[in-house]
Nanobody, 125 residues
Framework: QVQLVESGGGLVQAGGSLRLSCAAS????????MGWFRQAPGKEREFVAT????????FYVDSVKGRFTISRDNAKNTGYLQMNNLKAEDTAVYYC??????????????????WGQGTQVTVSA
């Protein structure tokens, strides 16, 4: 199993930045692809970004392209989501997750095996 713990959430004004971290323990983090999802109140969980296990390929939902950057440091067993130019509509609980599937890039939550508990991001207008 893999245990994931997110941190870095908080309250920020629109236009501001936050960097989320996802600390992994347990089985080898580097053997999994890693993704970030988010869920706003009253809405379904949404794919945000994902990165190949070695840190090569990245994929993003259109609404965050050019503003968010996903990365990972396998030596530290940690993944990141740098969020710039935040908007009110980015307000949500953000979850990191890992996938052992080749279809990880499709952003389907069912392809992700382990999940963190989430961290709240609130963007004030």
């Amino acid at each position: 199993q893999v245990q994931l713990v997110e941190s870095g959430g908080g309250l920020v004004q629109a236009g501001g930045s936050l960097r989320l971290s996802c600390a992994a323990s347990g089985r080898a983090f580097s053997s999994y692809h890693m993704g970030w999802f988010r869920q706003a109140p009253g809405k379904e969980r949404e794919f945000v970004a994902t990165i190949f296990r070695s840190g090569g390929s990245t994929f993003y939902v259109d609404s965050v392209k050019g503003r968010f950057t996903i990365s990972r440091d396998n030596a530290k067993n940690t993944g990141y989501l740098q969020m710039n130019n935040l908007k009110a509509e980015d307000t949500a609980v953000y979850y990191c997750a890992v996938s052992g599937y080749y279809s990880y890039y499709k952003g389907r939550s069912t392809d992700y095996d382990y999940w963190g508990q989430g961290t709240q991001v609130t963007v004030s207008a």
